[in-house]
């Protein structure tokens, strides 16, 4: 089977959306398919404005990507990127064209709800050239490539629900697969009989619940003084961060712009209790890996919350809410049986979210698809007689 994966991103092992697609690209090879992936990189400068490729990204993969995505089997999208490209294959005929898959990392008109939330509650001021063009366009172009492709594959049932509720695709053409982990983030922890060391993980944007995290820190260090918190892979320098948050508590905040996989997985380890109180996520790597660890996780019921059980393998908390944010972290942070008990169940669902799985299911649904499907496939004879790896 041959495959064309298109991401959006540049290539990037310690990026969400990128590390998705660096995975599944070598999972599918691992199982024998001819798999091609092209990254940001690959089809358009990354030293354009954003602003001026949020406009021409579409453009950008029709024109480089056609070529090769005409003779392959499954032509793979992520997000708003693909329609030009959809058209143009979809032009050639259903007998003559390739299967036609997007994959989403989240809604984008869940990330703006999000953002709207916090203008409304006074937190942010959107810009202008946002409001009126770049929302509608991004939200235009993610609708089309939906409206145009074959399956639309989501990480959650929130995404799923949504297209399906909103009318943008039947239940049948719409898939929930969730992501992976890596085995080497899977390992076992010993529980301290005070968890002193919160981690928050991620790039510092809106919907991340950054709004809302400093006023929460603030409340459980008036109750816990041994309280620390550590703000990694923020992609924002140490001042910017550390404005946001009352000057008395900065010698108790650590903040860490850009950090490596394997310094990653030595501050998973090194912290006691994880920090994810997003508005919204398409899934939430963040919180997976941390999971795997051991190390138990107060999280808001987003992303990920297909496989999150309130008081098992996770502690959810309401969005928006610095009080109860601040309860939670004190709550675990006294309670060792409760931190153990959420830890040792969240590495069970970690080890059972792998990357395998993950290619493993991606291919089967495209096996499955291509066989009930007329289109034009290179292999069609070897899925007949059951010969694809």
Known sequence: MKITLVS?????????????????????????????????????????????????????????????????????????????????????GDDKRPLLAMRLHGLEFLDEQARITQEIAQHMKLPLKYKLATRHWINWQEFKTIELADVVICHSSRDADAIITAGLKPESQVKVYPLGIAPKYISSRSYKIQ????????????????????????????????????????????????????????????????VSQEEHQAILHSHDIFLFPSLSEGFGLALLEAMATGMPCITTLTGMYDWLEHGENAYIVPMNSSTLLAKAINKLSGDRKLREKLGTNAIATAKYLSWERFGQQTQSLYEQLLQKSPLRTQTDQQFLLGITR
């Not at 959306?17 to 660096?22: D, G, I, P, R």
């Not at 949020?54 to 453009?59: D, E, G, R, S, T």
């Not at 793979?76 to 990127?81: D, H, L, R, Y």
């Not at 620390?228 to 923020?234: E, K, V």
């Open 195 to 258: 968890g002193h060391k919160l981690l928050w993980w991620g790039s510092w944007i809106e919907r991340k619940g950054i709004h809302y995290l400093p006023h929460a820190f603030a409340l459980a260090a008036r109750e816990n003084p041994n309280l620390t918190l550590t703000i990694g892979a923020t992609k924002q320098p140490p001042e910017v961060i550390l404005a946001d948050f009352p000057a008395e508590l900065h010698s108790r905040i650590t903040v860490l712009p850009f």
């Open 8 to 92: 959006g991103h540049k290539s990037n092992w310690n990026a969400g959306a990128s590390k998705v697609y660096l995975h599944l690209h070598h999972e599918l090879q691992n199982l024998g398919c001819q798999a091609q992936l092209f990254n940001a990189e690959d089809y358009i400068s990354t030293k354009l404005p954003s602003i001026v490729s949020v406009l021409i990204y579409a453009f950008a993969v029709e024109k480089r990507i056609f070529p090769v995505a005409k003779n392959a089997d499954v032509v793979e999208v992520a997000g708003n990127i693909g329609w030009r490209l959809f058209q143009r294959l979809k032009k050639l």
